[in-house]
């Protein structure tokens, strides 16, 4: 008998609603309603709660084979989680380039080293770019942060696409534009994202 025909039958032997399971669970009816269907399995800590409230072991839910699986895809989400935090944070730190004197003013006899916001030996084109791609950068890596848990492989192939976009984007410009610290700031945030993502997958 597979997980989700023992779950129905313990719960509906037991008297409970998939409502009253999911209360118990702490968990959502429709959490339930899956797993009975076949169509997923409860994470780990869940399943201690399910073999608690039925009083049996959790080796007399599941084979071997559904432990195994269900342990894989909690790696797996925890290698994407991890990883979404990772570039979420890259992203964010962009910020610091606002406050965190590390452009170069260039003088005839002398370089000073400044924030963004005293640039003043650049252009006003430069100075707009970085500020447009460091706002997006970080409010992107704030979005990445806040849905960290909401994990498809949509969003996965996006989230990439665009946290190494930004870093590109900040190598370009900064090699453009003859800056190079913040051209090795950027580049070292996309080795960073580069590893991440290699460790993940």
């Known amino acids: 008998m597979d997980f989700n025909e023992k779950l129905q039958q313990l719960r509906t032997k037991s008297g409970l609603t998939q409502e009253q399971l999911a209360e118990k669970v702490f968990v959502s009816r ?30 007399d839910l599941l084979s071997s084979e559904e432990l195994i699986d269900i342990a894989e895809v909690q790696t797996n989400n925890k290698g994407k989680i991890l990883r979404t935090l990772v570039l979420g944070i890259t992203d964010v730190m962009a910020v610091l380039l606002f406050v965190i004197p590390m452009f170069a003013n260039r ?16 252009s006003v ?29 949509f969003k996965h192939e996006v989230e990439l696409l665009l946290s190494g976009a930004f870093s590109s984007l900040g190598i370009m410009f900064a090699a453009l534009s003859n800056q190079p610290n913040i051209c090795i700031f950027f580049f070292v945030l996309f080795l960073a994202k580069i590893l991440v993502v290699l460790r993940t997958r």
């Open 30 to 59: 429709v959490a339930v309603a899956k797993w009975e269907s076949g169509r997923g399995y409860p994470n780990l800590d869940s399943l201690k709660r399910i073999a608690k409230v039925f009083n049996v072991s959790i080796d």
């Open 107 to 122: 003088f005839e006899d002398k370089i000073e080293i400044v924030t963004l916001q005293h640039l003043t030996q650049a």
């Open 125 to 153: 084109y430069v100075r707009v770019s970085f500020s447009i791609l460091l706002g997006l950068s970080l409010l992107y890596g704030i979005l990445e942060l806040i849905f960290q848990n909401y994990q498809t492989q």
